[in-house]
Nanobody, 117 residues
Framework: QVQLVESGGGLVQPGGSLRLSCASSGITFRIFDMEWYRQAAGKQRELVAGISTHSTTNYADSVKGRFTISRDNTKNTVHLQMNSLKPEDTAVYYC???????????WGQGTEVTVSS
């Protein structure tokens, strides 16, 4: 049974930082591409950042230079370091895993991030 469990969300002031983590089980983590998505209220889910099995990263333009995705294959975990947070970063953040395009994508339950003063 595949499980992706996010943690690290919460309330933070504008300009602050948070570090999200996603712990996986039930998959061979090192061969899965990992991604973080987010969904704000009333909006579609959007890709925030991704990291390949070779640790190649990609970011949405809105978070470039502020967010950093990383993976630890020894702990089957992916992280999202979020700095200089803005109110528009407020959303539920989801971890996702996919082996290759066209195969099932797995999702976590999400962790809520609120950026507000």
């Amino acid at each position: 049974q595949v499980q992706l469990v996010e943690s690290g969300g919460g309330l933070v002031q504008p300009g602050g930082s948070l570090r999200l983590s996603c712990a996986s089980s039930g998959i061979t983590f090192r061969i899965f591409d990992m991604e973080w998505y987010r969904q704000a209220a009333g909006k579609q889910r959007e890709l925030v950042a991704g990291i390949s099995t070779h640790s190649t990263t990609n970011y949405a333009d809105s978070v470039k230079g502020r967010f950093t995705i990383s993976r630890d294959n020894t702990k089957n975990t992916v992280h999202l370091q979020m700095n200089s947070l803005k109110p528009e970063d407020t959303a539920v953040y989801y971890c996702s895993a996919q082996y290759v395009t066209g195969t099932p994508r797995y999702w976590g339950q999400g962790t809520e991030v609120t950026v507000s003063s």
